[in-house]
Protein backbone atom coordinates (compact mmCIF):
# COMPACT_ATOMS: atom_id res chain seq x y z
CA UNK A 1 0.00 0.00 0.00
CA UNK A 2 3.31 2.20 -0.86
CA UNK A 3 1.30 3.85 -3.16
CA UNK A 4 -1.59 5.61 -1.08
CA UNK A 5 -0.05 8.86 0.27
CA UNK A 6 1.60 9.84 -2.75
CA UNK A 7 -1.51 9.42 -5.27
CA UNK A 8 -3.59 11.10 -2.94
CA UNK A 9 -0.76 13.96 -2.37
CA UNK A 10 -0.66 14.03 -5.88
CA UNK A 11 -4.60 14.72 -6.43
CA UNK A 12 -4.30 17.47 -4.13
CA UNK A 13 -1.29 19.14 -5.40
CA UNK A 14 -2.67 18.74 -8.96
CA UNK A 15 -6.34 19.88 -8.65
CA UNK A 16 -7.51 19.94 -4.88
CA UNK A 17 -9.67 17.27 -5.43
CA UNK A 18 -9.85 17.09 -1.53
CA UNK A 19 -9.59 20.86 -0.75
CA UNK A 20 -12.79 22.74 -2.19
CA UNK A 21 -16.17 23.76 -0.50
CA UNK A 22 -19.31 21.50 0.45
CA UNK A 23 -21.16 21.21 -2.64
CA UNK A 24 -24.38 19.52 -3.33
CA UNK A 25 -22.80 15.82 -4.21
CA UNK A 26 -21.25 15.84 -0.36
CA UNK A 27 -24.94 16.88 0.60
CA UNK A 28 -26.74 14.38 -1.45
CA UNK A 29 -24.15 11.75 -0.60
CA UNK A 30 -25.09 12.56 3.42
CA UNK A 31 -29.27 12.32 2.36
CA UNK A 32 -27.93 8.60 1.03
CA UNK A 33 -27.26 7.98 4.59
CA UNK A 34 -29.91 8.70 5.98
CA UNK A 35 -32.00 6.98 3.88
CA UNK A 36 -29.94 4.05 4.06
CA UNK A 37 -30.64 4.00 7.77
CA UNK A 38 -32.67 6.77 9.10
CA UNK A 39 -32.90 10.43 9.73
CA UNK A 40 -32.22 10.19 13.59
CA UNK A 41 -29.47 11.88 14.80
CA UNK A 42 -26.07 10.15 15.18
CA UNK A 43 -22.78 9.35 16.46
CA UNK A 44 -21.03 9.04 13.00
CA UNK A 45 -17.72 7.99 11.92
CA UNK A 46 -16.56 9.11 8.59
CA UNK A 47 -13.02 7.10 7.41
CA UNK A 48 -11.10 8.36 4.73
CA UNK A 49 -12.82 12.03 4.96
CA UNK A 50 -11.04 13.93 2.48
CA UNK A 51 -11.20 17.84 3.60
CA UNK A 52 -14.05 16.89 5.56
CA UNK A 53 -17.22 18.13 2.77
CA UNK A 54 -19.32 14.99 3.57
CA UNK A 55 -18.67 15.10 7.65
CA UNK A 56 -19.48 18.56 7.23
CA UNK A 57 -22.60 17.53 5.29
CA UNK A 58 -23.30 15.28 8.13
CA UNK A 59 -23.24 17.70 10.61
CA UNK A 60 -25.47 19.76 9.03
CA UNK A 61 -28.36 17.25 9.11
CA UNK A 62 -27.66 17.21 12.89
CA UNK A 63 -25.25 14.07 13.46
CA UNK A 64 -22.63 13.89 16.09
CA UNK A 65 -19.42 13.63 13.81
CA UNK A 66 -15.79 12.31 13.76
CA UNK A 67 -13.61 12.36 11.22
CA UNK A 68 -10.06 10.59 10.22
CA UNK A 69 -7.75 11.44 7.17
CA UNK A 70 -5.08 10.93 6.47
CA UNK A 71 -2.81 13.66 4.58
CA UNK A 72 -2.13 16.86 6.92
CA UNK A 73 -3.27 19.39 4.26
CA UNK A 74 -6.47 17.71 3.75
CA UNK A 75 -6.76 17.69 7.45
CA UNK A 76 -6.16 21.09 7.74
CA UNK A 77 -9.02 22.12 4.74
CA UNK A 78 -11.08 20.30 7.27
CA UNK A 79 -10.18 22.25 9.84
CA UNK A 80 -10.42 25.48 8.05
CA UNK A 81 -14.00 25.04 6.49
CA UNK A 82 -15.74 23.26 9.48
CA UNK A 83 -14.92 27.03 11.31
CA UNK A 84 -16.13 29.08 8.13
CA UNK A 85 -19.26 27.51 8.01
CA UNK A 86 -19.71 26.96 11.82
CA UNK A 87 -19.97 23.55 12.03
CA UNK A 88 -18.02 21.24 14.64
CA UNK A 89 -17.11 18.10 13.57
CA UNK A 90 -13.93 15.77 15.71
CA UNK A 91 -10.87 15.98 13.31
CA UNK A 92 -8.19 13.41 13.56
CA UNK A 93 -5.30 12.77 11.01
CA UNK A 94 -4.09 9.33 11.16
CA UNK A 95 -4.14 6.53 9.25
CA UNK A 96 -7.59 4.24 10.03
CA UNK A 97 -5.73 0.66 9.28
CA UNK A 98 -3.67 1.00 12.45
CA UNK A 99 -5.52 4.04 14.58
CA UNK A 100 -7.01 2.74 17.59
CA UNK A 101 -10.73 4.10 18.16
CA UNK A 102 -11.66 3.66 21.93
CA UNK A 103 -15.41 4.85 21.62
CA UNK A 104 -18.05 3.22 19.34
CA UNK A 105 -20.66 4.86 16.72
CA UNK A 106 -24.11 4.25 15.57
CA UNK A 107 -22.73 4.55 12.00
CA UNK A 108 -19.47 4.08 10.10
CA UNK A 109 -19.16 5.01 6.69
CA UNK A 110 -16.31 4.60 4.03
CA UNK A 111 -16.64 6.57 0.20
CA UNK A 112 -14.78 6.05 -2.78
CA UNK A 113 -11.56 4.22 -2.21
CA UNK A 114 -12.82 1.06 -0.23
CA UNK A 115 -10.74 -1.95 -1.59
CA UNK A 116 -6.86 -0.51 -0.83
CA UNK A 117 -5.06 -3.80 -0.51
CA UNK A 118 -5.71 -7.27 -0.22
CA UNK A 119 -8.53 -9.29 0.88
CA UNK A 120 -7.32 -10.05 4.06
CA UNK A 121 -6.58 -6.42 4.63
CA UNK A 122 -10.20 -5.47 3.26
CA UNK A 123 -11.63 -7.99 6.58
CA UNK A 124 -8.63 -6.76 8.94
CA UNK A 125 -10.21 -3.31 8.55
CA UNK A 126 -14.08 -4.59 8.16
CA UNK A 127 -12.81 -6.35 11.92
CA UNK A 128 -11.59 -2.56 13.00
CA UNK A 129 -14.78 -1.20 11.97
CA UNK A 130 -17.25 -4.15 13.38
CA UNK A 131 -15.05 -3.13 16.97
CA UNK A 132 -15.70 0.31 16.75
CA UNK A 133 -19.64 -0.19 16.29
CA UNK A 134 -22.67 -0.02 18.65
CA UNK A 135 -24.48 -3.41 18.92
CA UNK A 136 -27.80 -1.77 16.56
CA UNK A 137 -25.39 0.24 14.34
CA UNK A 138 -24.70 0.72 11.03
CA UNK A 139 -21.82 0.59 8.08
CA UNK A 140 -22.22 1.98 4.83
CA UNK A 141 -19.55 0.73 2.60
CA UNK A 142 -18.99 2.67 -1.15
CA UNK A 143 -17.34 -0.43 -3.26
CA UNK A 144 -15.94 -0.79 -6.64
CA UNK A 145 -18.24 -2.09 -8.95
CA UNK A 146 -16.40 -5.61 -10.78
CA UNK A 147 -18.11 -5.61 -13.93
CA UNK A 148 -18.12 -2.04 -14.40
CA UNK A 149 -14.69 -1.31 -14.22
CA UNK A 150 -13.45 -4.71 -15.92
CA UNK A 151 -15.98 -3.84 -18.62
CA UNK A 152 -17.05 0.08 -19.82
CA UNK A 153 -14.19 2.41 -18.32
CA UNK A 154 -11.45 -0.58 -19.28
CA UNK A 155 -9.17 1.23 -20.87
CA UNK A 156 -10.68 4.90 -20.79
CA UNK A 157 -8.59 8.14 -21.09
CA UNK A 158 -9.69 11.09 -20.05
CA UNK A 159 -8.50 14.67 -20.16
CA UNK A 160 -8.69 16.83 -17.21
CA UNK A 161 -7.10 19.90 -18.43
CA UNK A 162 -3.92 19.42 -16.44
CA UNK A 163 -3.40 16.21 -16.54
CA UNK A 164 -4.71 12.86 -17.90
CA UNK A 165 -6.63 10.13 -16.02
CA UNK A 166 -6.74 6.57 -17.49
CA UNK A 167 -8.43 3.74 -16.27
CA UNK A 168 -7.25 -0.29 -16.61
CA UNK A 169 -8.49 -3.31 -14.77
CA UNK A 170 -5.91 -5.48 -13.54
CA UNK A 171 -8.11 -9.26 -14.30
CA UNK A 172 -6.07 -11.24 -11.85
CA UNK A 173 -6.02 -9.06 -8.79
CA UNK A 174 -9.40 -7.83 -9.81
CA UNK A 175 -8.89 -4.39 -8.99
CA UNK A 176 -9.43 -0.80 -10.45
CA UNK A 177 -5.59 0.73 -11.33
CA UNK A 178 -6.51 4.26 -12.12
CA UNK A 179 -3.40 6.37 -13.40
CA UNK A 180 -3.04 10.14 -13.54
CA UNK A 181 0.22 12.02 -15.22
CA UNK A 182 0.72 15.81 -15.92
CA UNK A 183 0.90 17.12 -19.62
CA UNK A 184 4.27 18.78 -18.78
CA UNK A 185 5.71 15.68 -17.52
CA UNK A 186 3.94 12.10 -18.89
CA UNK A 187 6.84 10.33 -17.24
CA UNK A 188 5.93 10.81 -13.73
CA UNK A 189 2.72 8.27 -13.37
CA UNK A 190 0.83 8.05 -9.89
CA UNK A 191 -1.71 5.12 -9.38
CA UNK A 192 -4.07 4.04 -7.35
CA UNK A 193 -5.39 0.27 -6.99
CA UNK A 194 -8.74 -0.60 -5.63
CA UNK A 195 -9.59 -4.07 -5.07
CA UNK A 196 -13.35 -4.72 -6.87
CA UNK A 197 -16.15 -6.43 -5.45
CA UNK A 198 -19.28 -8.30 -7.03
CA UNK A 199 -22.40 -8.72 -4.53
CA UNK A 200 -21.68 -12.47 -3.60
CA UNK A 201 -18.07 -11.63 -3.26
CA UNK A 202 -18.34 -9.13 -0.73
CA UNK A 203 -20.74 -11.22 1.12
CA UNK A 204 -17.78 -14.12 0.96
CA UNK A 205 -15.53 -11.02 2.50
CA UNK A 206 -17.75 -10.69 5.15
CA UNK A 207 -16.80 -14.07 6.48
CA UNK A 208 -15.32 -14.00 10.08
CA UNK A 209 -15.70 -10.33 10.73
CA UNK A 210 -19.16 -10.10 12.64
CA UNK A 211 -20.17 -8.71 10.08
CA UNK A 212 -23.29 -9.32 7.90
CA UNK A 213 -24.85 -7.95 4.31
CA UNK A 214 -28.47 -6.12 5.16
CA UNK A 215 -29.27 -4.15 2.14
CA UNK A 216 -27.49 -2.57 -1.37
CA UNK A 217 -27.76 0.87 -2.91
CA UNK A 218 -26.83 1.00 -6.57
CA UNK A 219 -24.82 3.99 -7.02
CA UNK A 220 -24.10 6.39 -10.47
CA UNK A 221 -22.51 5.77 -14.09
CA UNK A 222 -20.63 7.88 -16.16
CA UNK A 223 -22.13 8.32 -20.02
CA UNK A 224 -18.83 8.48 -22.05
CA UNK A 225 -20.73 9.36 -24.80
CA UNK A 226 -21.71 12.52 -23.19
CA UNK A 227 -19.28 12.68 -20.65
CA UNK A 228 -21.97 13.23 -17.97
CA UNK A 229 -22.53 11.82 -14.48
CA UNK A 230 -25.85 9.81 -13.89
CA UNK A 231 -26.50 10.05 -10.53
CA UNK A 232 -29.25 6.90 -10.78
CA UNK A 233 -28.57 3.88 -12.25
CA UNK A 234 -29.57 0.09 -11.77
CA UNK A 235 -27.03 -2.12 -10.17
CA UNK A 236 -25.79 -3.84 -13.35
CA UNK A 237 -24.96 -0.37 -14.75
CA UNK A 238 -23.77 1.30 -11.99
CA UNK A 239 -19.68 1.89 -11.33
CA UNK A 240 -20.17 1.62 -7.54
CA UNK A 241 -22.41 0.71 -4.72
CA UNK A 242 -23.44 0.96 -1.32
CA UNK A 243 -23.62 -2.23 1.05
CA UNK A 244 -25.32 -1.86 4.64
CA UNK A 245 -23.73 -3.47 7.08
CA UNK A 246 -24.61 -4.86 10.58
CA UNK A 247 -23.23 -6.91 13.27
CA UNK A 248 -23.96 -10.47 12.77
CA UNK A 249 -27.04 -11.50 14.86
CA UNK A 250 -25.65 -13.81 17.98
Known amino acids: MDWVKTFYEAQNEWFGVYLGPVEESHRERALLLNKMTDSSAKKVLELGAGGGQTAIALAELGHEVSMIELLEESVWHAQKLSHQMKVEIAIQQGDFYTFAYKEQFDLICYFDSFGIGTDEDQRNLLRRMAAWLKPNGSIIIEVGATWYWAGIANGRTMDLG?????????????????????????????????????????????????????????????????????????????????????KEDI
Open 162 to 246: ACFRQYNFDVLEARLVDSWWRKDDPNTVVRQFLRCYTPVDFQLLLEGTGLQLMDIQAGGRVDYEQMEFIKEANLEEAMTYYVKLS
